[in-house]
């Protein structure tokens, strides 16, 4: 269920091109920061980890949940997967939830989070795998995971049954940067927004994980300017759900989009005590909090 920026891959990357970095002559610098710039979706985006997450993806049916899947061709003609689990004889009158995944791993690996959705809050449910994660074709980068985002909800609303059923966008890491950008691009489509343990920006993020690079964050081209979208949010209410001990991203972060955030539908920031980066979802009171927010913001009836 891992949702990080994997500090392994970091640190195998950094220890590979920091000789480049040694300032030593402008050549070696500016040799440098190609390198950083030409491998940094392969920083973000680690599809990779943990070993074997483009081959084998956990399927709906290992959790006893209902599912169809499908695959989503994007608008540059990319085609991704997505599973699609639908309330057996309630789906037209329950919610959907559309899960964003983090930066490793597949959708499969979520699929424990989506059963909690689907059988404890009897939400109807949509995971995808981005780009070049899974079994999804493509290679990972902002503007493509953007397009992925919104294939998936294209999808939700062009089918017969979900199109006119409540629907929250749900991320966790680079998965709530994935949701803030969809929201911010459709806020006029979505009932609500679930963030957990995001960061402001890649580049305000770089340097809590790999201090080194520092100095070299005006090369970023993968921005995800999560702090830039939040306050274009008017309507959607907003869940702030953020782990007390999370070690990759400073809380802070979360913190902050949330009193950036000035949404007229309401927002909710829940701390989530012993929560780490990796493990947030699995504290005893995570879907507690959640449920407190379907119940605050959008009406018992959801729940």
Partial sequence: MSHHLSKKSVSQFVKSALPYLIVGSTTVVISGIALLYTFQCNLIYTANYPKGSRKHVP?????????????????DDVKIRAYVCKRTDEAGTRPTILMFHGNGGNMGHRLPIAEKFYKNFRFNVMLVSYRGYGK????????????????ALDYIKQDKILKDTKLIIYGQSLGASVAIDLVYRNESKVDALIVENTFLSIPKVIPHIVPKLRYLTFICSEIWPSDSYITKLRTVPILFLSGSNDELVPPQHMRTLYELANTSGGKMFQEIKNGSHYDTVSQPDYFSKVGEFFIKMLGEEFC
Wanted: hydrophobic share 25%; net charge negative.
């Fill in 59 to 75: 399927k709906p049916s290992d959790y006893d949940i209902p599912y169809i899947s499908v695959i989503l061709e994007t608008n």
């Fill in 136 to 151: 999804s074709d493509g290679s990972p980068s902002e503007s493509g995971l953007r397009l992925d985002a919104q294939a």
